[in-house]
């Protein structure tokens, strides 16, 4: 009963260094997608897929790569981390592109000195 | 763009009492679905509770119901017989029908008083 699954659970990284959020669930859902959380903010929208082989950008793109290779996995990379990008992140999915509610991960921690 | 606001960034409440969290939004669409989340220390996101746009009826589960007023945008969430393990952060989210997007709320932290 794993669901979604998010790797690692914490991380610090220094300016400049680059690095990969895993993200991956077993409910063979289409729609994946990852947010990142911010205080007085709520969730913010990074990216999302609404199937293997597609990505789009969400509200706060920049500075992220995603990529969609299976139905299970969507990893979030971060190409040369910025201390503006210290944040939670989680990645959620759902059956499909309209139906049901977001499953979420547990979240990731990220630090950026 | 679609817009959700929470006007109360803390709540307290006593152990058994009742305490309704409230939500604004502002959309320009008919069809769209609401959330209430919450997420305790664990920062594990829990739904608890969603609204269809086209249903009239108020959602319930267990103790938790909404105030859904589609005309005023409006969407509180009431806990009645509070408990300690009601004590999280909730969010009010916003996703418009065939919408790649959820659109949340900064947020209410909630206290439970024993």
């Known amino acids: 009963n794993a669901g979604v699954t998010q790797t690692p659970k914490f991380q610090v990284l220094k300016t400049g260094q680059s690095m990969t959020l895993q993200c991956a669930q077993d409910?063979?859902?289409?729609?994946m997608s990852w947010y990142r959380q911010d205080p007085g903010m709520g969730l913010r929208l990074i990216h999302y897929?609404?199937?293997?082989?597609?990505?789009d950008q969400g509200e706060v793109p920049n500075g992220y790569n995603v990529s969609r290779s299976t139905t299970e996995d969507f990893p979030l990379r971060l190409l040369s981390a910025a201390p503006s990008q210290t944040s939670v992140y989680f990645c959620?999915?759902?059956?499909?592109?309209?139906?049901?509610?977001?499953?979420f991960g547990e979240g990731s921690r990220l630090t950026v000195l | 763009a679609q817009t959700v606001t929470q006007s109360q960034p803390e709540m307290s409440v006593q152990e058994a009492e009742t305490v309704t969290l409230s939500c604004t939004y502002d959309?320009?669409?008919?069809?769209?679905?609401l959330f209430w989340y919450k997420q305790p220390p664990s920062r594990q996101m829990i739904l608890v509770i969603r609204?269809?746009?086209?249903?009239?009826q108020n959602a319930t589960e267990n103790r938790f119901s909404v105030n859904f007023q589609k005309a005023a945008k409006s969407f509180s969430l009431k806990i009645s017989d509070s408990q300690l393990g009601d004590a999280a952060m909730y969010f009010c989210?916003?996703?418009?029908?065939?919408?790649?997007?959820?659109?949340f709320g900064a947020g209410t932290i909630l206290r439970v008083k024993s």
């Open positions: 897929s609404v199937g293997a082989g597609i990505t």
């Open positions: 989210a916003y996703r418009r029908e065939y919408g790649n997007k959820l659109v």
């Open positions: 959620a999915s759902r059956p499909d592109r309209n139906t049901g509610e977001l499953f």
């Open positions: 609204q269809e746009a086209y249903k009239q």
């Open positions: 959309t320009s669409e008919s069809d769209y679905y």
């Open positions: 409910m063979n859902h289409e729609y």
